[in-house]
């Protein structure tokens, strides 16, 4: 019998309030660095830098914008340049350089409204083929842009001439594995998740898990898609085997049901993927793993290979807030590390401890 020791522990190690509303945190690779994201109540947006000091969190920078930041990724920049992208409330993505926070290196017009959601890929060695960023946006589009382009995006998915135009809310690239494949997954907030092609420019996949869909994450973005975690209100999470899709039954899935509120953020573990964690809507934050069945597939009765889900098990839960925590991102370089913010305008620094053994 294990001890409850024996479980990781998630442990609050540095808390911080902020002055200002925070959407979005995430280290910044290859340093005890973290830039948290968000909005002062005049309404301007504030970029904040930290970095842990002997069991601290110091503000070593802070720079004010006109317009408040929902979201950011360094999944596009490579680790000598450590650039950051963001999306705002005005529809804009802007790539900054931190040691030189005033003006951007890269500008753009994305989307006639906020930006909700962000993610890269191709920079930090993770993902073969060019730096892309994609954006998400209420105003129903998710476009792909190359750093290297100006203006003009080079993918755009958008509802057909007559379609209803849905709320983006997430997006996350995937099946990074080469030159040319690369595929981007989309949550909305109908419920509906789509899985873009890039390579072929199509929908390859949609679904509708009935509820509005918080966050989508491939487990790791640059190998053949393995799993994808869609998050959504009503606190349920969905975990999709992606090896296996079957001509009609799609890919097959595992639901849980957790938080008993809206499921804001999933993240997989960088140095393991089988293991995420997930933050709700009261303030909780709860660890996953998955795990895989005996087979990955069968046939079905017409001898075609359909996918078969595994399972979910909880390693540990606990309640930081009484806010939501709308943000997650875990250290790329420390296993266990992680820097999460909420709307009680807190910002975290957590260890998760005997990762390594579950």
């Excluded at 951007?104 to 083929?129: F, M, Q, R, S, W």
């Excluded at 099946?175 to 419920?191: E, K, L, M, S, T």
Aim: proline fraction near 5%; glycine fraction near 8%.
């Amino acid at each position: 019998m294990s001890s409850p020791l024996s479980k990781p522990q998630i442990i609050a190690h540095i808390q911080k309030s902020l002055n200002y509303t925070v959407f979005d945190s995430k280290w910044i690779p290859c340093s005890a660095k973290f830039v948290c994201m968000g909005n002062f109540p005049k309404g301007t947006g504030v970029m904040q830098i930290y970095e842990i000091q002997h069991g601290e969190a110091q503000l070593i920078q802070q720079v004010e914008k006109p317009k408040p930041i929902k979201c950011g990724t360094f999944g596009a920049t490579s680790l000598q340049q450590r650039h950051i992208a963001t999306g705002n409330f005005d529809g804009n993505l802007n790539i900054w350089n931190l040691e030189m926070p005033e003006v951007p290196v890269y500008t753009v017009k994305a989307h006639k409204e906020i930006v909700n959601c962000i993610d890269g890929v191709g920079g930090l060695g993770i993902g073969d083929g060019a730096p892309e960023i994609v954006t998400g946006s209420r105003d129903g589009t998710v476009k792909v842009w190359d750093p290297r382009q100006k203006d003009s995006p080079v993918a755009n998915m958008e509802p057909v001439e007559g379609e209803t135009k849905r709320d983006c809310w997430t997006v996350a690239f995937g099946h990074a594995i080469n030159d040319q494949d690369r595929c981007v997954c989309a949550g909305y907030d109908n419920g509906d998740i789509k899985l873009f092609d890039l390579r072929n420019m199509s929908v390859r996949w949609e679904t509708n898990i009935k509820n509005g869909i918080c966050c989508v994450e491939f487990d790791r973005k640059d190998i053949i898609m393995n799993k994808l975690v869609a998050t959504s209100l009503e606190g349920k999470f969905h975990v999709f085997d992606m090896r296996t899709q079957h001509p009609s039954k799609g890919f097959a899935s595992v639901s849980e049901k957790a938080h008993k509120s809206t499921i804001w953020q999933v993240r997989h573990l960088p140095q393991n993927r089988d293991i995420f964690m997930t933050t709700g809507g009261a303030g909780t934050l709860h660890l996953w793993k998955y795990e895989y069945p005996a087979q990955r597939s069968k046939k079905d009765s017409d001898g075609v290979d359909v996918g078969v889900a595994g399972s979910v098990n909880l390693l540990q839960n606990v309640t930081l807030s009484t806010q939501p925590i709308a943000s997650l991102d875990w250290s790329p370089d420390k296993q266990g590390l992680c820097v999460c913010s909420g709307f009680d305008q807190s910002v975290r620094v957590l260890i998760v401890t005997k990762l390594n053994v579950v």
